[in-house]
């Protein structure tokens, strides 16, 4: 069984814990937190051993009454994998600690992409990361982007891609964030940083993106034109994507119009925390003109990394290929809508 | 002097009562409205004469304590022409009304292109109004493209254009609209109907448009690609751009962040409604990728089609040129940020 070590226990890195716990070959070896909050309450309760990521802090947890395994470093010592959670930027600060106990970590997509060996999704370069130290699960709006450019580029070749990413302004539970009522360009220079991010899972590809924020707190949305490298007929794209298990193409019949109704078909198909793995691309937005692609896909923030990571702990363990890897977290987690 | 007939006292109406109260050569002859409500009041304050749409409902007016003076016909047949400001479809209804007058009219861009003679964007085809019976004022998104698009074209010539367009959910005073937290892909099919409506302007152009709705109200924003017929510096375009009137560079040093700084802006500077009627492009938006131009517009829905309305007037009889028509509006109203 792989020792797994989730260190940072808040947005991704309590769906990764539950993610793991669901594996055959894997254990939750613990997880570390900051501070006592919700989070650590339900970690204990679901019975995840509890560690102090800042020491000096390891106080709080016990005037919390909650108990405490030990610092952090015990934990990335017992671990064979660490998967960092932690916000953007800590990873990299935490990279020395994981170097000093010989364990390979995991990390975000808010890290720099020079912090690692390489950048990582699984349908996209997934062998990239076999025997790697470091590595970094991309963000989600890169994730999503992969997924979808991942068989085009094979199927048909991509001459270039120009995305405009309506980002949600914060997550559900980040409750000081914006804005309310108004459309930012965000940020506000072109192109956009998520290009680049891309880049780092394709290193030859064309990529523009745009970003904006809106007030949403759901899920971001992707107006993304693919210009490909010949003439597609838009129904032999979505008979490409019907192909793809973390592309769920949202049929007409379903009546769903946008993010909200999107989460509640997830929540009312008992998804844990309502989570939507997926790529969610409109069906009915498929669309070429000429050797234009065009469509729209829903992009949940929270949880489409989430089996990327899972996917990710075996490939820098060698422990499986892209294939067996993707079909076993698949199979336990209930992807594919 | 111009007699105006403006037929529907709404968003667009009033304004456009407002603008050509402030022209040298026109005089509002009438305004004629429904049902009386606040927009009904203020025009009566303003001294309007105040018309009513609908015969059978001229007494709620009277029962409002709003005097009337007589039905919209009288008013249709006073006028030198008629503003058409009336929701989506009434005016197609409304249209042999005018023909019966032998009055010209001017429409919304909510109507059918098929319904009028021309459709018009003073910056576009000014001349192209000249004379005809039936004239349509096109969309305000219709009309936030065609003023960046005409320009690019003479310029540069233009191979094709892409834009998202990312839309208010409604207008401030629309309040039974959606979404509340939500981005919804809407229309869900691609490429929307606003490509087709700008190649009512362009008829040669090559435009692909996707919409969305978020929970906004101020303003629309574009995310817009031009792919050039050169390669040209983002400073040339930023130069270019700068000489047209109805063009509002936002310098980041003005700190403007979104449509909420916009709007105040233009509050503060003491615009009637904070109106905005020219495009507002970020200037640090405008980049260029090789032949690919991008950039970000913030088109407020309430007001950047109120001076092509003026102007349509002027070109419909033929009273000034498009260069003599722009400059008596800009002047008299105060656009040029």
């Not at 989070?39 to 800042?54: I, M, Q």
């Not at 409109?282 to 949940?300: A, K, N, P, R």
């Not at 990327?308 to 290929?321: F, K, P, Q, S, T």
Request: hydrophobic share 40%.
């Amino acid at each position: 069984m792989i020792q797994v070590a989730i260190n940072g226990y808040g947005t991704i890195g309590k769906r990764v814990a539950d993610a793991v716990r669901e594996q055959p070959d894997m254990e939750v070896r613990g997880v570390a937190k900051t501070r006592p909050n919700f989070e650590a309450e339900t970690a204990v309760d679901k019975g995840f051993p509890l560690y102090a990521a800042v020491e000096e802090r390891a106080d709080q947890f016990a005037d919390a009454g909650l108990e405490i395994a030990g610092p952090v470093e015990d934990l990335v010592d017992a671990a064979d994998v660490v998967v960092d959670a932690t916000p953007s930027g800590i990873g990299a600060e935490n990279k020395s600690m994981y170097e000093a106990y010989d364990t390979p970590a995991l990390y975000q997509g808010g890290e720099d992409a020079d912090l690692v060996d390489t950048s990582f999704n699984a349908r996209s370069n997934f062998e990239d990361a076999t025997g790697a130290d470091h590595v970094r699960v991309v963000s989600c709006n890169t994730t999503g982007l992969s997924r979808v450019i991942a068989p085009l580029r094979e199927a048909y070749g991509v001459e270039k891609v120009r995305a405009t990413l309506v980002r949600r302004g914060g997550d559900p539970g980040q409750t000081s964030r914006g804005p309310i009522n108004d459309i930012l360009p965000n940020p506000v220079t072109i192109p956009s940083h998520h290009g680049p991010d891309v880049e780092t899972i394709f290193d030859d590809l064309d990529i523009d993106t745009l970003g904006m924020k809106v007030p949403a707190t759901l899920m971001h949305m992707h107006s993304l034109n693919v210009t490909l490298e010949e003439e597609v007929d838009a129904s032999e794209v979505r008979d490409l994507f019907a192909e793809e298990s973390r592309l769920f193409l949202i049929p007409e019949r379903m009546d769903i119009d946008g993010s909200g109704k999107l989460k509640e078909y997830a929540l009312d198909a008992g998804r844990p925390r309502g989570d939507v793995w997926e790529n969610c691309i409109w069906e009915e937005s498929i669309s070429t003109v000429g050797d234009d692609l065009y469509l729209f896909q829903g992009i949940h923030q929270e949880s489409d990394v989430v089996p990327e990571n899972v996917d990710a702990i075996r490939a820098v363990l060698g422990e499986a290929d892209a294939e067996e890897s993707i079909e076993t977290t698949n199979e336990t987690m209930g992807i594919g809508l």
